[in-house]
């Protein structure tokens, strides 16, 4: 035991594998930490929040039309791709949404007039021109758009609803590059 205690060689190599260990150990456990940071604080996610979603029938106008409130929550810009009600793809063209800074239940528009040329956003939204139309939707982080589908000019009504539909639950989807987003309602008389 003494000559063991003497010989400073054998304790100073125990010693030194012992300090390299533990170096490389924090070594590896600093890297990692930093990639995690990394990672974690430069990935930001896709959050859409969908709410007051609609789905009426006009049997005055003999009308279908679909609305739905888009909340972008997340930490990134969204562009919305497609729209589709009870899996039908909405045609782009009677795609129609304004901006909204004041959240509130969505009105029935009335289709009388031609929606895309005359027909105003609905008032207490804080936005009051015309509804805005474009093929895809860009939600930057942290706003708010309402969207409309309106019936085609030729009768075909978003997800083929008709007057029998009334009562009945369907859904509205919304495509994003990342993911897709369903809502589910009943179709109401308007």
Known sequence: MKNLLRNRKALSTVVTT????????????????????????RVQNESLNL???????NTTEGAAE???MVTNTGGRDVVLQNIAVRGQSMNSSYV???PVTVQGDLPYVSQTTNISTSVTAPTGFGYSGKFLHTNTIVLASGSSVAVYMAQ???????????VNDVGLT?????????????KETNVNAA
Request: net charge negative; proline share 3%; charged share 0%.
């Open 152 to 162: 085609t000019p030729t009768g075909i009504a978003p997800g083929s609803v008709t």
């Open 66 to 68: 679909a609305a739905i």
């Open 170 to 182: 369907i859904d509205i989807s919304i495509f994003s590059a990342q993911a897709t987003y369903i």
């Open 51 to 57: 709410t007051y979603q609609h789905v009426w029938y």
């Open 18 to 41: 012992l300090i390299i260990l533990v170096v490389s150990v924090l070594l590896a456990g600093v890297v990692t930490y930093f990639a995690i940071n990394v990672v974690s604080t």
């Open 96 to 98: 129609f949404y304004f």
